[in-house]
């Protein structure tokens, strides 16, 4: 079983977690991806909390300054 997309409050807030880790092919390589079937669950998630802020977890950055 995949534990992906999990939410959990903490102090009024809720940390959304996404598990965007992939093998890397080189050492060098710091690529993720969150996949279909997390974004779709993440929807209901998301759907099911309360009113507080959500901040978004993930193990690699959502975009980089060169926008890729």
């Not at 809720?14 to 080189?26: E, F, G, H, I, K």
């Not at 050492?27 to 993440?42: F, H, I, K, T, Y």
């Not at 507080?52 to 980089?64: A, D, G, Q």
Request: charge should be positive.
């Amino acid at each position: 079983d995949n534990p992906y997309p999990f939410a959990k409050r903490v102090e009024g807030y809720w940390l959304v977690v996404v598990n965007s880790a992939q093998p890397n092919t080189v050492p060098w390589d710091s690529r993720g991806r969150v996949g279909r079937r997390q974004r779709s669950e993440l929807v209901s998630l998301l759907m099911q909390l309360t009113d507080e802020p959500k901040i978004l977890v993930t193990h690699y950055p959502l975009l980089l300054e060169s926008a890729k």
